[in-house]
């Protein structure tokens, strides 16, 4: 099984409905981050929370928002989805730094068409 | 936060070291350098990472210019499945880690 589970894994919607991503951890990380991916181009963060009462907006939180009901899960909510929020979304999860810095470890993504 | 360019696109011949050139002029002194590959839609993989000196794992080496202000990638034999966009990132001590477009590396037969 995945260390870090997207669901769904695809979903086609129609503008105007409300979407929720969930993805769940068993890597027992504080850290968690949702990234949204355009067609040919890099990754964009759109919030991230480094314990369960923390939430963080990154490049691109506008129309997006998030829950983090247990250090094992964040969700990402589109409120009213628009045709833009086409992209390929990921999780991704990591440790906080110690005597070391962490590293992402990233979900297998979900896929989201919105009509 | 530190930005960092890389080139579009490079193509690299099955077997020959790989190099992926990246600039990060304005990194501060707590960032580290993190390099991450992404393989057609899956998420990206952790590759290597490093703060001043050079780095090697089992996958590549970091080289890390002495101003800190480059580093160069390097994936000693390339091989096709090394085909895939390659993001280098600077991250203070791993909070927030901003993507930039990355470079499309070809590995060619």
């Known amino acids: 099984d995945a260390d870090v589970t997207q669901t769904p894994r695809n979903r086609i919607t129609k503008t105007g409905k409300r979407i929720m991503l969930e993805c769940s951890q068993t890597?027992?990380?504080?850290?968690m981050y949702w990234y949204r991916q355009d067609p040919g181009l890099g990754l964009q963060l759109i919030y991230y929370?480094?314990?369960?009462?923390?939430?963080n907006k990154g490049e691109i939180s506008d129309g997006y928002s998030v829950s983090r009901q247990a250090q094992a899960k964040f969700s990402l909510s589109l409120e009213s989805a628009i045709p833009n929020q086409t992209a390929l979304y990921f999780c991704?999860?990591?440790?906080?730094?110690?005597?070391?810095?962490?590293?992402?470890?990233f979900g297998e993504g979900s896929r989201l068409t919105v009509l | 936060d530190a930005k960092t360019t890389q080139p579009t696109s490079m193509d690299c011949a099955e077997g020959r070291a790989a190099n992926l050139p990246c600039n990060h002029s304005?990194?501060?002194?707590?960032?580290?350098v993190y390099w991450y590959r992404q393989i057609h839609s899956q998420g990206p993989q952790y590759i290597i990472h490093?703060?001043?000196n050079n780095e090697t794992n089992e996958m590549a080496s970091l080289i890390i210019t002495e101003d800190r202000k480059s580093s160069t990638l390097i994936l000693p034999h390339a091989t096709l499945r090394d085909t895939a966009v390659y993001y280098c990132?600077?991250?203070?001590?791993?909070?927030?880690?901003?993507f930039g477009t990355g470079t499309s590396l070809t590995v060619i037969p």
């Open positions: 490093g703060l001043k």
């Open positions: 304005t990194i501060s002194g707590n960032e580290y």
């Open positions: 929370s480094f314990d369960v009462k923390d939430i």
């Open positions: 991704a999860t990591s440790d906080p730094p110690r005597t070391a810095p962490g590293e992402l470890f």
């Open positions: 990132i600077v991250s203070p001590q791993g909070n927030q880690f901003y």
């Open positions: 890597k027992g990380h504080d850290r």
